[in-house]
Each structure stands twice: as C-alpha cells, then as structure tokens.
C-alpha cells in the first residue's frame, strides 16, 4: 500500500520520494535520475529505484539495483518488492486456494526434512548458511528460483518448487530442441512426504507456470526419469508434452517436456 507521493525537483534533477506500507511498517522509497539524490537516499536507509533517461550519453544511477524508464512502469507492487528486496523480506510470488509460494528465508531450514526425492540441490537447503547464499544469489540475481510451498491455513511449509536455469551438460540430445531459445528455465518440485497425495504439488505447478509465463519465460522445460511415472503424469495433466528422450544408454534415461503458454 503506497501513499504520501512527493515530488522534490531542483532545477536539473527529478526527485520523487514514496511511502509504502509493508508488513504493517512504513518504508520510504526514492525514486530520481540523480546519482547524488539516489546516493544520499540510499545512506538515509531508503530503497531507491533509478530513473533512467535514454537522451542522456552518461548516467549514474548507483546505488539504484532497479532501473525504470518511465514512472508508469512503478506500481505500488513493484515498490513493495524492492523494498523486500532491501530489507531481506521475502517475496510472495503467487497465492493459490491453499497455498502461498515465496521465496525462501533462512530459518526455513529446519523445517525442510533430508529426502532422497530433494535430488542433487538438495544440500543448498540442508542448512541455515547454505540457503542464506542461494537466497542472495539465485533471488538477488535472477529473482526467480526454487519457491517455499506453505499451506497458508495450517501455517505449514509442504515442500518447494519453482524453476531454474536448465542445464544440459552430458545431454547433448536436447541441444537441439531447446537451441531456439536463449534462457531456457525448468519447472522442478518436491512436495515433502508427510504432504503427498493431497494435490499440493499440481496446485503449485499450475500457479508456478502461470507467474512464469507472465514474469520469465512462456517456454518452460521438465526433465523427468522415464521410471517416474507420478511426475510424468502430473507434466502431462499440467499441458507439457514429451519433445525429446536421452539415448537408450543413457542411466537414468531421461525425458525432456516442454510447456509452451500459447
């Protein structure tokens, strides 16, 4: 909730400063196309969020992490997350009938059990340390990544999902159906065992690839052992279909699906 928009201009810089209402608490954001203004904002303890002007050969909008061209691409929901993004709160990404997905915090770790099912990444989430670093560099950077799963009524952290980069190293029979395009991402989940066979993980797929398709990409890939049957299913009954297989020799033989929002 924003409210309180002011407007400080001096002679050569555009200043805008906004109040916005996270969490219950009041957060002061400033909005310019002056370094110094974004400078001495920053050092108050303010978000800032840059304003850049194509006309202008050289621009220095540092400390600004978000850049806009035009004051119609800030919204209220924009400025909540930049200033989550500043004071280390997570972002909600989508809310479904039953469930909330948001990024990760770190005390989140002593509540994700050790399964097999986590998979190679699972370690990223095994301590308090490790899922501090992959909060600040998956969420900083790319600012999407693997999502906490909690049931909104019963308080409860189910499991996570969310997409990531997909890389295909030692995979090379996907190379070409997936070369087209430049930043391929892929759906994962894991919905803890406690919480299975309840519909949790296909709810969460569903708004995990409509958020996707709207924020990242409308292109989405699945890689799924061909042994797994349950996930093959839930790929297909979410809209995904089979494009490509690794080699026979392959162990485990792998399916790749794509999920195209058009």
Request: aromatic share 10%; proline share 3%.
């Amino acid at each position: 909730m924003g409210k309180n928009i002011r407007n400080r201009r001096p002679a050569k810089a555009m200043i805008w400063d906004r109040d916005i209402i996270v969490e219950g608490k009041i957060f002061q954001v400033t909005i310019s196309d002056d370094h110094e203004a974004l400078r001495s904002a920053f050092a108050e303890g303010r978000a800032v969020v840059g304003l850049w002007d194509r006309e202008r050969t050289v621009q220095n909008l540092a400390p600004a992490s978000y850049v806009v061209e035009d004051l119609d691409d800030i919204d209220d929901a924009f400025l909540e997350r930049v200033i989550r993004r500043k004071e280390g709160l997570p972002w909600n990404i989508v809310k479904t009938r039953r469930l909330t997905i948001r990024e990760f915090v770190p005390q989140d770790y002593a509540t994700i059990p050790d399964e097999p099912e986590a998979g190679k990444s699972g370690f990223l989430f095994s301590t308090k340390e490790t899922l501090k670093d992959y909060i600040s560099h998956q969420y900083g950077f790319y600012e999407y990544g693997i999502w906490a799963v909690v049931d909104h009524d019963k308080g409860k952290l189910v499991g996570k999902a969310g997409i990531s980069n997909l890389e295909i190293t030692g995979q090379e029979e996907f190379l070409d159906v997936i070369k087209k395009n430049d930043t391929p991402v892929e759906l994962g989940y894991h919905i803890f065992s406690p919480y299975r066979q309840q519909g949790y993980g296909k709810e969460a797929c569903k708004a995990i690839l409509s958020y996707t398709a709207l924020a990242v990409s409308e292109k989405i890939y699945a890689r799924i052992d061909e042994r797994n049957s349950a996930s093959i299913k839930l790929a297909e009954d979410l809209g995904f279909r089979l494009i490509a297989r690794t080699h026979s020799g392959s162990v485990p033989r792998l399916c790749l699906y794509e999920w195209n929002c058009s």
